[in-house]
């Protein structure tokens, strides 16, 4: 079955600087490539998602981009600001299926 | 509009005690999924419902585990016997149908003692 890593598992940058998180996956067969933000003491929020006939997305500050080739796909925050900080999960998921397989998840921390 | 909701959004229950909890989609989706997040980890499946039926409940860990969605809409996920190792947040997702992009309630926290 699929297997997701993300890393780094924890993030802390500074106000107005980039983070980058990067997710890998195991079943080539996955082209849905979800990505969810968690705060604290809520359910994950769908922040953008791509599949796999597309390279990058863009939506304000974030982006995502995709390497079917390399199996690995990122999450792109430009100019981060404190209300960024929050536990940011990748997903994998077959087309032709339903189940997210997640991540282990990224603690993102923006020092103001 | 609404997204979303569960009930209860904690629930502390003894060892051997049955619980059930809530799932409200949003309306209008046919698709809905129960994941569970344990401390630090991210959401692992346990069960998908297409309409009324259980499409697959693959994920479901054990026979105390059984989930209903008998009018397509709300779904209730039910557990027995509870062991201190169901403690978890308990996630509710729904979509508009399979394959679209999947929106998740704000869970409900079981902590068996």
């Known amino acids: 079955g699929e297997n997701v890593e993300q890393h780094p598992s924890t993030l802390s940058v500074q106000e107005g600087d980039s983070a980058v998180i990067k997710c890998t996956y195991s079943d080539s067969a996955s082209n849905y490539f979800p990505w969810y933000k968690q705060e604290l003491g809520k359910g994950p929020q769908l922040i953008i998602d791509?599949?796999?006939?597309?390279g990058e997305k863009k939506d304000q500050r974030i982006a995502v981009t995709l390497n079917k080739t390399a199996k690995h796909f990122s999450l792109h925050i430009t100019e981060t600001q404190p209300e960024d900080s929050a536990v940011y999960f990748c997903?994998?998921?077959?087309?032709?299926?339903?189940?997210?397989?997640f991540g282990s998840g990224t603690r993102l921390l923006v020092r103001p | 509009g609404a997204g979303v909701s569960q009930t209860p959004s904690n629930k502390v229950t003894e060892k051997g005690k049955y619980v059930e909890l809530r799932c409200d989609p949003i309306s209008g989706h046919t698709a809905l999924y129960w994941y569970r997040q344990s401390l630090g980890q991210g959401p692992e499946f346990l069960i998908y419902f297409q309409g009324t039926g259980a499409a697959d409940d693959s994920g479901l860990p054990n026979d105390r585990f059984f989930a209903v969605r008998p009018e397509g809409s709300v779904s209730t996920l039910k557990i027995q016997r509870t062991e201190r190792g169901d403690s978890a947040v308990y996630l509710c997702?729904?979509?508009?149908?399979?394959?679209?992009?999947?929106?998740f309630g704000p869970g409900t926290r079981l902590t068996v003692l």
């Open positions: 791509i599949r796999s006939n597309v």
């Open positions: 997702a729904s979509s508009l149908r399979r394959g679209s992009a999947q929106y």
């Open positions: 997903a994998a998921r077959e087309d032709s299926s339903y189940k997210l397989i």
